[in-house]
């Protein structure tokens, strides 16, 4: 639950909207601003808020958001 | 061997299709296609064959020596092959494309000189050694294997649809039809559609709106006057996206007759909202090698970075996008003119311009991509000044340079079937066509026939009347 709190955190901050609320099925075609610049700051800032790495292949490859929660959850071994 | 030349068209295309599908075993096709390919190169530069080769030799070899260090987890080991690897793609590149342009720079600033006689570019080269890289880095980001096989891996770097113009394929993209080539009948068809589509785009309009623009650039701009040097920028602009998408449909076409499914490099950028969605529209295969294998890792390894980090990251890369075009300034600062505007649209003017009424963002795109062509297309940056002034009016309406003068009304009429093919509105309507298929389809069959057979005629007419004028 934390995890998703603090995604959601994230996710407002980057795209600048308070209202966001995240599912496990939301892709960047639901966020305005989700483009592939804000993709690269969105990624960037979750590895500085979880203190994550992601790797080179990782960046453009999850589907949806409820595969890049998983992947934070895996990295963060829990 | 260009695409639209006769030789091509009724020569090698058949003969290459046919060796490719009445070889009884699928192994052999690979190494059609190389043999192939070879030809189609070595036709129109047979000086620089062993640059070719020197070039498979050394992507195969460093994609097996990261392959390599990978399965033994020497990490260190697979990040030195791979820069290796990369400084000998580079270094290639660097030394028949950039040396004379480096060594400018390097004499203007020394008192003495280092004389230098510029060398011919090998055919494609800024297109395969950027597929020779993507190969490597893919490898050492663990997307795909070292391809074993060096007559497949050869088939993918070489392959003569993309090999001179692009699109820049990954190896990824066709690894499965190199290992299992398939014959897909409806797959020629729709290749045969889409080549004949890009060839007309090329032959008819775009090599004609060049006959009128080689003029007008070549014209005295200070005695130009402003409705011809818009003639010539919008002539131009439509130029260059029917040329150069013209010979992607082309290439992809061929792609399709040969059962691969190349990549699109354009999404009609001419309907673009914004700069940043331009570049998701035109040359999509370089935009997205520079994003993936410069970008993304830019951004990644100066992520600390507070302030500008984006911005700063975005000049970098499309300064060098703007040397991948040509070793000259004006691509330079063609570069560099992107590369601010896209800095100033990620820092908070994109999101503005989303909120702004459609036709503002339209006319925003169309005319700073417009004024980028000045600079991509006036290679003498000091001429530059006197277009603008030209466009906007200094010499007035009409001036002592005129389309009559320069001989080019002729051209005046292309300007409208050259607009239809840049919009989407055509290619929407043969999409319906298709998928209603029957009669619409074959009626949609027998306008690509006429197509086709007109093309024809406009190519063999045009060798005559080159032939014709040759004494004027």
């Known amino acids: 639950m934390a995890i998703t709190e603090k995604l959601t955190q994230v996710f407002r901050e980057v795209f600048d909207d308070n209202t966001l609320v995240l599912t496990d099925e939301m892709t960047a075609d639901d966020v305005d601003a989700w483009d592939s610049l804000s993709h690269v700051n969105l990624m960037i800032a979750i590895e500085i808020a979880f203190g994550i790495e992601f790797k080179q292949n990782e960046i453009q490859s999850f589907a949806n958001v409820g595969e890049l929660r998983q992947s934070i959850e895996e990295k963060l071994g829990k | ?472």
């Open chain 2, 1 to 472: 061997m260009p695409f639209s030349s006769i030789t091509f068209i009724f020569l090698f295309l058949p003969i290459t299709l046919i060796a490719f599908y009445v070889l009884p075993r699928k192994g052999w096709r690979n190494l059609v296609l190389v043999l192939t390919s070879l030809v189609f190169f070595a036709w129109s530069d047979p000086t620089h064959i062993h640059i070719l080769f020197l070039s498979i030799i050394i992507n195969y070899l460093w994609g097996r020596f990261i392959g390599r260090a990978q399965t033994q987890n020497a990490t260190k080991s697979a990040k030195t092959q791979m820069w290796i690897g990369i400084l000998l793609n580079l270094g290639l590149l660097g030394f028949y494309k950039y040396t004379g342009f480096f060594l400018d720079i390097l004499n203007s600033g020394l008192p003495t000189s280092i004389d230098y006689t510029q060398k011919a570019l090998p055919l494609g080269i800024s297109f395969f050694t950027f597929s020779g890289i993507s190969y490597l880095l893919d490898i050492y980001n663990e997307i795909h294997l070292p391809e074993k096989n060096l007559v497949r891996f050869s088939s993918y770097l070489i392959m003569f649809p993309k090999l001179v113009q692009g699109p820049i394929t990954r190896f990824i993209t066709v690894r499965d039809e190199l290992l299992q080539p398939k014959f897909i009948p409806l797959g020629i068809m729709e290749g045969v559609r889409r080549f004949i589509g890009g060839l007309a785009k090329k032959v008819i309009l775009a090599d004609s709106l060049g006959m009128a623009t080689n003029k007008v650039f070549a014209a005295e701009f200070n005695e130009m006057g402003a409705s011809l040097a818009w003639f010539g920028l919008i002539a131009y602009t439509l130029q260059i996206y029917l040329d150069f998408s013209g010979y992607t449909d082309m290439a992809i076409g061929i792609g399709q007759m040969l059962g691969f499914k190349l990549p699109e490099n354009f999404n009609f950028p001419y309907v673009s909202r914004s700069i940043s969605d331009f570049w998701r529209r035109w040359h999509i295969t370089l935009g997205a090698w520079f994003r993936t294998y410069l970008f993304i890792p830019l951004e990644f390894a100066r992520k600390k970075a507070k302030v500008l980090r984006q911005q700063s990251n975005l000049m970098i890369v499309f300064l060098l996008t703007g040397l991948w075009h040509g070793a000259s300034w004006n691509f330079v600062i063609w570069g560099a003119y992107y590369g601010f505007i896209l800095a100033i649209e990620a820092s908070g003017f994109g999101k503005k311009l989303k909120k702004a009424a459609p036709f503002f963002q339209y006319a925003y795109a169309i005319i700073l991509i417009m004024i980028g062509w000045i600079f991509f297309r006036i290679t003498d940056v000091s001429e530059w000044g006197s277009f603008f002034s030209a466009l906007f009016g200094a010499n007035g309406w009409t001036n002592l340079v005129t389309f009559r003068s320069l001989n080019i009304l002729f051209y005046l009429p292309f300007l409208i079937p050259a607009i239809l093919f840049s919009l989407p509105f055509l290619h929407q309507f043969g999409e319906k066509m298709k998928a209603k298929g029957g009669k619409a389809l074959l009626a949609l069959d027998i306008g690509y026939i006429a197509l086709f057979l007109f093309t024809i005629t406009f190519i063999l007419s045009k060798g005559f009347t080159a032939f014709m004028y040759v004494e004027f």
